[in-house]
């Protein structure tokens, strides 16, 4: 697979497409073949999509640790690191507590669940979410390598700081295994853009199995949370992030968008922010110009605790709750909603199925009944792909925003149109001559 005539953003959009227009034939054509849904529906499809997004999170964890320990062991000054962070995480924090709150404006303006019937036999039985103090103290690994097998992100942040402040601290001693991190991290980033050759082909697989199964009945009924949600969704990025990057970093939203393209179509087909963390430091770095010192630290604690597209929905999905069952909140349960869902945007990081565990913490706060969730679980795998690629924007906007507050931002490498498109292809031929770009 050499330099073909079309860029690797072209082909995913082909392979999107395609896949979306082969699920659509393969679900009318074929609506009950047992051949089709056992062959190729769960068979080729869901074995190329999970082979794909598996490919993907099995970059993450040594992505994660080798670049973030690579970027502090160079560290001249690790007091840069506290800096660093409280700028990143009062960012998050920032956007969603705008995130939620534009959310659940929109939604009492609107009024999407005024005459809705949401009764339902279908129950919704919550995960227990883990007291904030747990999460504090569950931070620091006793075992790095279990956490690193766990695939706990968080953990594995904080033990590769640690780790490459010792690097660092080790003075000449310490520089051969800085070296060897360095090195690690130009073969590890080679990885990712040889599977992102792979993408067109992974996202094909993904789309045309989730329109051959996704349920679009459940989206007529429920039409008018799902636009609205997709609304304040695009409302946040273009207001939001926008006006962030604008007068915040001084940098042009449009140009960021475009240079944007391939990690909100991976977040867009995998609907999960992990998978698409190789992708996003890929973009950030060599694309938008961020430096990797920086990246290596906001994109995975981003992808962890920013959640500003889940917040959106739990807003938009409280206020449609409460008006579907006709139970009146007050403007001390709406400054609940929102002080409860971003708190657990932090409090619940890690947690499988985070999304609905924060959803039903925010709906026990305020009295509503959980079952209002089994119903929004019919259109959630749609919405779940726009929040991703919203959440994924935000890390990227804020990483962005950060490394220009700290002087490590390459504006030449953002201004320019084709900065990083090199490293978008390999040529399997001559595999030997392809040079990382500096």
Known sequence: MGQGKFSLTTKVVIGMVTGILVGFLLRFLFPESPFVTTYITDGLLLILGKIFVTCLKMLVVPLIFVSLVCGTCTLKDASTLGRLGLKTVALYILTTCVAISMAIAAALLVEPGVGANLESAAGFTPQEAPPLSNVLINLFPSNPIAAMAKGNALQIIVFALLFGISIAASGKKGQPIADIFISL??????????????????????????????????????????????????????????????????????????????????????????????????????????????????????????????????????????????????????????????????????????????????????????????????????????????????????????????????????????????????????????????
Request: glycine share 8%; hydrophobic share 50%; with cysteine.
């Open 185 to 438: 991290n130009e073969v590890i980033m080679k990885l990712v853009t040889l599977l992102m050759n792979l993408a067109p082909y992974g996202v094909f697989a993904l789309m045309a199995r989730l329109f051959t199964t996704i349920e679009f009945d459940a989206i007529l009924n429920l039409i008018k949370y799902f636009f609205l949600l997709l609304g304040v969704l695009t409302l946040h990025v273009c207001l939001t992030y926008f006006i962030l990057l604008r007068f915040v970093g001084g940098l042009s939203p449009i140009r960021f968008m475009k240079k944007m393209e391939d990690a909100l179509l991976f977040a867009f087909s995998t609907s999960s922010s992990s998978a698409t963390i190789p992708v996003s430091m890929e973009t950030v770095s060599r694309r938008l110009g961020a430096s990797n010192r920086v990246a290596s630290f906001t994109i995975p604690l981003g992808a962890t605790i920013n959640m500003d597209g889940t917040a959106m929905m739990q807003g938009v999905a409280t206020v449609f709750i409460a008006q579907a069952f006709s139970i009146d909140l007050t403007l001390g349960d709406y400054l609940t909603v929102i002080l409860t869902a971003t708190l657990a945007s932090i409090g619940t990081a890690g947690v499988p199925g985070v999304g609905l565990i924060m959803l039903a913490m925010v709906l026990q706060q305020v009295g509503l009944p959980l079952e209002g969730i089994a119903i929004i679980m019919g259109v959630d795998r749609l919405l779940d792909m726009v929040r991703t690629a919203v959440n994924v924007t935000g890390d990227c906007a804020v990483t962005c925003i950060v490394a220009k507050s700290e002087n490590e931002f390459d504006i030449a490498i953002f201004n320019d149109d084709h900065a990083g498109e090199q490293e978008e292809t390999i040529d399997f031929h001559h595999i030997t001559d392809t040079q990382p770009q500096p």
